[in-house]
Structure formats: structure tokens, C-alpha cells
């Protein structure tokens, strides 16, 4: 698979008393799951949302790059 083919969705993630919306790949974003945040922590989260719609990385990290210095003052 590639930046180009594997789909990723929005989701909503629950640890405790903890909320963050995350990128996952398509195959982890279902209701109850749990999946492990790249590069965040080693903990399961579950998800509580799945959002619409579906992308693939290449579109995530583009619009990451233009977004990157919208919030200056939230790092």
C-alpha cells in the first residue's frame, strides 16, 4: 500500500478522562475499538466518533503543511 491508496478516517478517541481526534487507518475506525496513536503514547484508546470522509495520507499531510501556522499561540 502507498501514501496514495491506504485511507485513513477522523476519528474521536477516548483514554479516561483524556479526548483527542486522531487520523487511523480506515481498518481500526470502528465504534469500541482500540488502537495505539503513532508516535503519541503506547496506550489503547477507544473510538467514540468516526468522521467523514475518508483520506489518504498524502491529502493529511498536504493539509497539514498548509494549516501548520494557523494557531501560532497552540503548541
Known amino acids: 500500500m ?3 491508496t491506504d485511507r485513513y478516517c477522523q ?3 477516548v483514554k479516561g478522562d483524556e479526548r483527542t481526534i486522531g487520523w487511523i487507518h480506515e481498518r481500526g475506525a470502528k465504534i469500541d475499538a482500540l488502537v495505539e ?3 503519541y503514547d503506547s496506550e ?8 467523514e470522509p ?4 498524502a491529502w493529511i499531510r498536504e493539509n497539514q ?3 501548520n501556522n494557523t494557531c ?3 503548541k
Open 11 to 13: 476519528c474521536l478517541l
Open 72 to 74: 501560532k499561540s497552540i
Open 37 to 39: 496513536i503513532e508516535d
Open 54 to 57: 475518508i483520506r489518504n495520507m
Open 65 to 67: 503543511r498548509k494549516n
Open 44 to 51: 489503547l484508546w477507544r473510538v467514540e466518533q468516526v468522521f
Open 2 to 4: 502507498s501514501e496514495k
